[in-house]
């Protein structure tokens, strides 16, 4: 078994990599998409802390493990428990069956290191 | 263009009648699957409002007409406003993108017959 | 409740109309693959039965109403009883969550159908 | 059968009918998100011709025959010929497998009446 | 290319491990559905062997490593040979497409490390 | 961050390795598909060269890396610049939503990778 603390720094390191190279490319309609994705979870009807968690379930609904950790550090930072994250993944669960399980066991993993941090 | 008000309608009865054939199915582990899934809104770490959006979104970006119907219908009874339901779906737009949209359409249909039913 | 009986009819029409006109676009990529797919249901190393299952599953869970009419009544034709049908669309909708359920209930209308024209 | 022909009419009008009124819930994220969709196929490093066909491939492998029907007509009128439009739509279905069956059957059917209004 | 038969053996003790801690974290619904997964694939209707093979197909054109894996072993020990589990992961190619290649290279060097455990 | 160069070379290690046990592994479905597969994006009633551009945005939609990475050599072999790929992958963010994005990080490393080499 990998070590789940120095994967989640690793994954934070090349996602902040690839993002600047991404954005470097000068591609108009993808540095308007960065942008608009970020205003996305900002407060608006809705509070951020749940937009967090609706991004966090349409991740793992989705599959995608490093936008379920991405949403994982953003929900711990918007104010949501483990309780609650970890409500809104039996949620995903439920809606995308047993497909989800590998992912829930990725979240899990991510929750730990984040409770180690001290970041939840 | 069809009558959405009727539309909504029509699901609504085939929804109930099919659920209940598949009940006499009397296959114990659908049948567990069905109490599993009602279970799985009711207010826990989270409220069930928050829960009926989670699953909003995520009937939205995995795309299915029927479960985007059902959870607006739920988002409406747990007290969401439209306008947090619009936000919500914004999200699902973003993270799904635009193969979201012709779901966002049926979506704007339904919410408004619910207005117009008094249910939002 | 639009009248199943005759959808099933409907669709089997317009499914040999429409891949009639598909064969007579005289692609031969296209045409290839119409002749792998039907091939892939053969009696092999598994038998055409159990294949007719798998297929059914699969399309369950990528959920394509079309698609699962179509191996219904492959599964009928191939020797399936309504009570292993079940159970495989049971498999399908642990494995792909509470999102399979509308699916379920278009299937089990064309089971219904299946059984009142005696094909099951 | 239904009738091709009306039911693309009766798309056109539904989703121009729609889409206003989604520009009307005067949200900005999704007015944003709509705007980025709509200059994404115009020339840039590659022609808006090819754009539309990466268009039309992305929503047949995602299976969005709403999708299917606009980028066909957007094929269509930036040039781009039947028997390129069908080549397109074979990549479609090798990359994405028997599951996008359908939703060829439905291409061929707008296909036909886009030729039959002379927009092919 | 990394070691097949540590990557396998890697995978089931992170499984075990992270299932470990999934029901630990005591969510009513989420050991429910664990539950509920388990009893999916016991002999009902069709047989447990017959389930299995479901499971992999389902997994295969989900395209869930961890879950072809897992259903592999399954298959394995509940009697189908590997000519018959490459019989099912060819429908799985033709209904997904060739987006489960990757996932079929990746099912037959799991295949290749069960051979040499004597477990297939 | 792991070495990307060294990545791409393993997978294409891996893939060239994995593709020969598949099609040892005799199955004449199986060997059919691998040739259709190649097949499609020979030059047809479009030229390879855009072919390989519309497997890229499927694989990028359907978020395969292993596929985008074959995609963007073939579409560097072809004859497409790097601001044509660029543009491409736009048009899959778009369509795909942010869910792709994990997906472009990784096509933009390849790339990079695929400069260093000369081959793009």
């Not at 993808?30 to 966090?56: C, H, M, V, W």
């Not at 949620?91 to 290191?113: C, D, K, M, Y």
């Amino acid at each position: 078994m990998s070590n789940p603390s120095s994967d989640l720094q690793n994954f934070r390191e090349s996602r902040q990599i690839m993002n600047e190279k991404i954005l470097d490319l000068d591609h108009l309609g993808i540095k308007r998409f960065f942008n608009l994705d970020t205003n996305t979870y900002r407060d608006g009807a809705l509070p951020s802390q749940t937009k967090e968690l609706l991004g966090l379930v349409a991740s793992a609904v989705l599959r995608c493990n490093d936008c379920i950790d991405y949403h994982l550090e953003q929900c711990a930072a918007s104010g949501s428990t483990k309780e609650e994250i970890i409500d809104a993944m039996n949620v995903a669960l439920v809606v995308g069956g047993s497909i989800v399980i590998p992912h829930l066991r990725h979240a899990v993993q991510t929750i730990e290191t984040l409770e180690n941090e001290g970041a939840l």
